[in-house]
């Protein structure tokens, strides 16, 4: 379990703007810090000073104005890192990322079930990208099975395996976190990210910080209900959108149906995780196959109600979609979802939302696990 769940919702601190803020825009002078993030521009020397301190922050050339010329800052690059660690049915995802953003290294191997095996993974990938370990962190550890606990034995032995603290997160949340730490989203800016691997769910960012609940329980999209009197899911109610509409269910009709297995290479019982096989339902609807666009485009039309739900509920104007399915199929879902909001957005709502697919979505829990180690040393002023 991240150490800031069941916490009660809390204000960045100085610290945490003043560092999302030249993250976000990768330099800034003090002015301009106080202009982005709201603080007095003596908060905000005093802030500069101790980061500076810190090294985190160095002080790079001058900007030239009307009047003095300021002083530009941006993140040094090699002063902390943090590793993220991806779990999910086939493969673990090893990312490394630094404090601006950037991937710096990356590799997959075969799904992993033991701390140790995992430790020995990440000890290749900090070796290989030749940074200075002693700068790394922690690492973060997102288990993709979100109806299945991570195993605490598990997390005590990666922690054993490399000295280093092990921050856990579910998938959806960490994507989130990772599509704002990647694409250097504005602090200020609130988005949803949807997110669909074997099942569907979401991450909720509001001013650059997850939205969390009681527990670990927000932003589980795929048990909004679309079907009042719908089938049961496996969390007990009835009607989810991920028992009609996710990657599964998709999968299932496929199957049950002669022509659209013949369409998607799919054997009569299942022989794969769900997400590989919904992969290949999803590259037989791109290349024309009737029936597997069908049965994506009847799923889409799910999923767009629920994120209309969601938009609706949040106010947000930005919508991404992430996660190796939505990535295989974002050419049904993201119109699909777009031209749904787009209904009443500019005429009842005068808003519009943007609906994109994450650049990163193979990676964005991996990068946003470690992200959320990173953000974590931010705390304090």
């Not at 100085?14 to 030249?22: S, T």
């Not at 790079?60 to 690059?77: E, H, I, M, Q, S």
């Not at 990068?367 to 180690?373: F, N, Q």
Request: proline share 5%.
């Amino acid at each position: 379990m991240s150490e800031t769940e069941g916490a009660p919702p809390r204000r960045p601190s100085a610290r945490e703007r003043v560092l999302d803020a030249i993250r976000a825009h990768e330099q800034l002078s003090r002015v301009e810090l106080a202009a982005v993030t709201g603080l007095t521009e003596a908060s905000v020397s005093t802030t500069v000073r101790r980061l500076l301190s810190d090294g985190l922050v160095v002080e790079t050339g001058r900007t030239p104005t009307a009047g003095k010329p300021r002083t530009l800052l941006r993140l040094d690059p090699g002063a902390r890192f943090a590793v993220g660690v991806h779990v999910d049915a086939t493969t673990t995802t090893l990312v490394l990322t630094g404090q601006t953003g950037g991937v710096i290294s990356r590799t997959a191997r075969p799904a992993r079930t033991s701390g140790a095996e995992l430790s020995a993974d990440v000890a290749l990938l900090l070796d290989a990208s030749g940074v200075d370990g002693r700068r790394c962190l922690g690492l973060g550890l997102v288990w993709a099975e979100r109806s299945t606990a991570v195993p605490a034995e598990l997390v005590a032995e990666l922690a054993r395996g490399t000295g280093r603290p092990v921050l856990v997160e579910n998938d959806a949340t960490a994507a989130a976190v990772g599509e704002y730490w990647v694409a250097r989203l504005d602090s200020r800016r609130s988005f949803i990210a949807l997110y669909m691997g074997s099942g569907i769910g979401s991450g909720i960012v509001l001013d650059g910080r997850p939205l969390r609940g009681r527990g670990p329980g927000a932003g589980e999209f795929g048990h909004v209900c679309v079907q009042v009197d719908g089938p049961r899911c496996w969390c007990g109610a009835r009607g989810c959108l991920e028992v009609l509409a996710g990657p599964a269910a998709v999968v299932g009709r496929a199957r049950a149906d002669a022509t659209t297995r013949a369409e998607a290479g799919l054997t009569a019982s299942p022989a794969s995780p769900v997400a590989l096989e919904f992969a290949a339902v999803a590259r037989a609807a791109r290349t024309g196959a009737p029936g597997c666009r069908a049965l994506l485009e009847d799923s889409a039309r799910l999923v767009a109600a629920a994120a209309e739900s969601a938009v609706n509920l949040l106010d947000v104007d930005l919508v991404v979609l992430t996660g190796p399915s939505f990535a295989a199929s974002a050419s049904v879902y993201g119109p699909a979802i777009t031209d749904r909001l787009s209904a009443a957005d500019a005429r009842t709502w005068h808003r519009e939302v943007t609906v994109t697919v994450s650049s990163a979505a193979a990676t964005a829990s991996a990068t946003g696990a470690a992200a959320l180690v990173l953000q974590q040393h931010n705390l304090g002023d």
